[in-house]
């Protein structure tokens, strides 16, 4: 066990001299679905230096837990299988993981799939008939955007080593608690033309590679997922919406190359180091710009594409296509009712369109559901302004632990998301409650123990008002559907604007507030609810840190994200504190904040360079990241959802902390 991880996964970078495919690769995927982490290591056996290795995190059922905060004991197929002749009694099939549907016998798929958990053959075969033979049913068996994502990612990168190339295989299939497949990419160190075979035909030309369509491969019989995606309306509209936003922001601005050169001078030692390197110092070197020759299996040599020479001459083809010359709409300023409401209460929603002929309200209550789609009216009856100016409306109710959301608009053309990597991506609105949640930890050893020494988990509530609160009678519960699990005793009560903690350790018989229930660490719920049973807050959690919290940013009122713990005080300083003492000389400074553009930085005097800044949400997901190397820049944020972020600095000095608002 490593931080956490159970398995570690090293690749040589088999085809692949630039060795910055995989990491690249799954970089890019990270911003818009569940990816692996990949980064390097230098490996050694009995002391001796070995070689320079991709660490890649291993697609298992730890993962699929993790990320999609699910039972990790559900269906979980790898998309790959030894080729063999169809069993008898099945009908003649493509070979690899294609997604065809070839009846109900769980043997005709067997030879298609490996299976991962213990059982999951029959919701396979629904999936692959709701892919095939009944579309209507689709939204029901999978996440439909995570497909589109996927699929995107492997045509925009020419990844064809993949569920779109010639041998259909390369993903992972696990089905939600929601009881929605999702995809997981896996294997890209030949993505970005390592391997050119896009059919059983001849390989391809460096030249159609820079030209690869969009649209390929979306009629063959063994690719009904890209029949689905590409030939049913609606969801050939997301595809390209997609595509373009994939393209704009990591490629067409350069973002990539940028972070491979970063990359590769990070590991330019080790690499001239690497006693047993399969490729020389210059091919490493020379691969991420121009095509190099190398010797394959069996001493036959072949060429490899050069990363810009694919990427920049693919991303002016794609640019001239008719698909990029479409007027898509754009989606601007959206507003909600409040951005805080009580759980079944109604909220109305409006957004500033322009060349939208319709919209959409993508909604969801927590990150173990789906989304689903309510559409938005531009008729002066819904909260949206005058009939026909551009502004679409709609409301829906707060759910019981917040609500996430999203935008589409469309018009005959082109369709948007908001943001742009939706639904990967979404904007949060919390639950108001004069009593609130507002702290919480489930892994506690060192942080705080109870007055008989023992270091359990604990739940801090707030009053948001200016009176004193009786809560006796009040509820908490870690299981919905059973609101009263326990109950506040007599006398039980919270001063105004006061910290009140419950210790969460199924031990009732200690002195205090003690309740019936314990956290789980690997992610649950918790709610408060009233004498009557009515739901007042709550707050659904995955894995979490040891004597870390999770905890309100802002204090009593805002989202939930790991922190410091602030045991019975307020929040603020784990959100807004730096995390060192800054000399006026080693401040750093950060303009405008709030934001609505770029984020400009300055250095202090003194900062050592290379210095990497990362940008995150308060739920931990990764924006941006740059590798600074001047004393002064900026961060453009214009395309980022509106919300509080969490800024980061790291290098050879203590790492700086700041909150940065996003308007």
């Not at 693919?314 to 296509?321: A, D, E, G, V």
């Amino acid at each position: 066990d490593y931080e956490g991880y159970s398995s570690i996964k090293l690749n040589n970078g088999f085809k692949d001299p630039s060795l910055c495919r995989e990491t690249i690769g799954y970089w890019v995927l990270r911003h818009f679905m569940e990816a692996p982490q990949a980064n390097y290591a230098r490996v050694y056996v009995n002391g001796a230096y070995f070689g320079l290795y991709t660490s890649v995190e291993s697609v298992n059922k730890s993962f699929a837990e993790r990320r999609f905060e699910s039972d990790k004991d559900n269906p979980f197929f790898k998309g790959d299988a030894e080729p063999a002749p169809p069993p008898p009694g099945c009908p003649p099939a493509q070979p690899g993981a294609t997604l065809n549907y070839l009846g109900d016998e769980q043997a005709c798929y067997e030879t298609h799939y490996e299976i991962e958990s213990d059982t999951g053959w029959n919701e396979l075969i629904q999936l692959c008939y709701a892919i095939e033979a009944e579309h209507s049913l689709a939204p029901m068996r999978m996440e439909t955007d995570r497909f589109l994502w996927m699929s995107v990612f492997n045509s925009l990168t020419v990844n064809l080593d993949s569920y779109l190339g010639s041998i259909t295989h390369n993903y992972y299939l696990f089905r939600r608690d929601n009881g929605r497949f999702v995809p997981v990419i896996w294997d890209l160190n030949e993505c970005f033309g390592g391997f050119n075979q896009l059919s059983s035909g001849m390989p391809l030309s460096i030249s159609e590679m820079q030209q690869l369509s969009p649209d390929a491969n979306k009629d063959l019989p063994g690719k009904p997922l890209l029949d689905l995606l590409l030939n049913e309306q609606r969801y050939r509209k997301m595809y390209y919406a997609h595509y373009r936003a994939m393209l704009e922001h990591f490629f067409a601005n350069g973002a990539y190359l940028a972070k491979a050169e970063e990359l590769q001078a990070l590991i330019s030692q080790a690499v001239q180091d690497d006693p047993n390197a399969l490729y020389s110092f210059s091919d490493f070197e020379d691969n991420l710009y121009q095509s190099v020759n190398i010797t394959g299996p069996g001493g036959n040599p072949f060429s490899i594409v050069g990363l810009h020479e694919l990427m920049d001459a693919r991303t002016s083809y794609l640019q001239s296509t008719p698909e990029w010359q479409v007027t898509a709409p754009q989606l601007g300023n959206f507003q909600p009712s409040a951005y805080a409401a009580m759980p079944g209460e109604q909220l109305w929603i409006s957004i500033e369109t322009q060349e939208a002929d319709s919209c959409w309200l993508l909604y969801r209550y927590s990150s173990a559901e789906d989304f689903s789609m309510l559409p938005m009216y531009d008729d002066g009856n819904h909260e949206d302004g005058a009939a026909g100016d551009g502004i679409f409306g709609t409301s829906v109710n707060m759910g019981n632990t917040g609500l996430q959301f999203a935008f589409y608009g469309e018009n005959v053309e082109a369709g948007t998301f908001l943001p742009y990597n939706a639904t990967f991506a979404y904007y949060e609105l919390g639950i108001a409650s004069d009593i609130a949640i507002n702290e919480l930890m489930a892994s506690n050893t060192t942080t705080q123990a109870d007055q008989d020494g023992e270091f359990d988990d604990w739940v801090e509530l707030y009053n948001n008002t200016s009176q004193l609160v009786s809560l006796e009678g009040y509820h908490l519960s870690d299981d919905e559907s059973d609101l009263q699990k326990w109950t506040f005793p007599a006398g039980a009560q919270i001063e105004a604007q006061g910290y009140l903690i419950v210790w969460l350790d199924k031990d009732e018989t200690q002195q205090g507030l003690h309740a019936n229930f314990k956290l789980s660490a690997d992610g649950e719920a918790l709610f408060l609810s009233d004498p009557d049973g009515n739901l007042l807050d709550g707050v659904q959690f995955g894995a979490q840190l040891t004597d870390y919290a999770y905890a309100r940013c802002p204090n009593g009122s805002g989202s939930f994200s790991i922190l410091a713990p602030t045991f019975q005080a307020s929040n603020e300083t784990a959100c807004l504190t730096d995390t060192r003492e800054a000399s006026e000389e080693e401040a750093w400074q950060f303009y405008p904040n709030p934001v609505t553009g770029s984020l400009y930085w300055q250095a202090p005097q003194g900062a050592q360079y290379p210095l990497e800044i990362r940008l995150s949400d308060l739920q931990g997901k990764l924006w941006l990241e740059q590798t600074l190397n001047a004393a002064e820049g900026s961060l453009p944020m214009q395309d980022l959802p509106t919300g509080m972020y969490l800024l980061f600095i790291e290098g050879k000095r203590e790492p700086v902390k700041l909150v940065v608002l996003k308007l």
